[in-house]
């Protein structure tokens, strides 16, 4: 299976950016991806895809603000993060779509607040 390890989580006030990276051990080209969240006692959540094809889709919460794109040639997928909100605050990972259970990597954690 394929191994994924996130990063560029961190501390960012209301209103700001992150841009999150998602490196894959492997070849990702034909595969759909996610970008998932958790959030304290709460259940995981997919936030973002990005099919084989090249279609997105977000989960209301984020659309307009999240962007999903790919690099084929790095294997990796990004998560770009505009006008962050504190509830926003989570754990994200990546993931295949429908995620893989072995695949699940550490997450990057991404806090907004003030």
């Known amino acids: 299976q394929v191994q994924l390890v996130e990063s560029g989580g961190g501390l960012v006030q209301p209103g700001g950016s992150l841009r999150l990276s998602c490196a894959a051990s492997g070849s990702i080209f034909s595969i759909s991806m996610g970008w998932y969240r958790q959030a304290p006692g709460k259940q995981r959540e997919l936030v973002a895809v990005?099919?084989?094809?090249?279609?997105?889709n977000y989960a209301d919460s984020v659309k307009g603000r999240f962007t999903i794109s790919r690099d084929n040639a790095k294997n990796t997928v990004y998560l770009q993060m505009n006008s962050l909100k504190p509830e926003d605050t989570a754990v994200y990972y990546c993931?295949?779509?429908?995620?893989?259970?072995?695949?699940w990597g550490q997450g990057t954690q991404v806090t907004v607040s003030s």
């Open positions: 990005l099919t084989s094809g090249g279609s997105t």
């Open positions: 993931n295949t779509v429908p995620a893989l259970k072995g695949s």
